[in-house]
Nanobody, 123 residues
């Protein structure tokens, strides 16, 4: 599975961005998809995950109520809508795929990773 993340950029605090992650290779709808982020000098952390149908989603407490994960299996794409952005959301954001249908929030549970897209939120 190849994953290509896009949509990052520079935005002011309070603004919005939508990240996209296009998948190719194997049957996209079989995968749990996740978003993680890594800020400079910090470990990679879980942001959100979505099951194969989109019916189940998990969020980190730090983004709950501000970020929304969704997927379009017909387009082999997962999205992360980020609203009310804060400077502490600044990081490289990675999408990841997990073949196991059980939801997971740890980076080691995901086998396939995209290249990352930079999100910078200015104060």
């Amino acid at each position: 599975v190849q994953l290509q993340a896009s949509g990052g950029g520079l935005v002011q605090a309070g603004g919005s961005l939508r990240l996209s992650c296009a998948a190719s290779g194997r049957t996209f709808s079989n995968y749990v998809m996740g978003w993680f982020r890594q800020a400079p000098g910090k470990e990679r952390e879980f942001v959100a995950a979505i099951n194969w149908s989109g019916a189940t989603t998990y969020y980190a407490d730090s983004v709950k109520g501000r970020f929304t994960i969704s997927r379009d299996n017909a387009k082999n794409t997962v999205y992360l809508q980020m609203n009310s952005l804060k400077p502490e959301d600044t990081a490289v954001y990675y999408c990841a795929a997990r073949l196991n249908p059980i939801m997971a929030t740890t980076s080691g549970s995901y086998r396939y990773w995209g290249q990352g897209t930079q999100v910078t939120v200015s104060s």
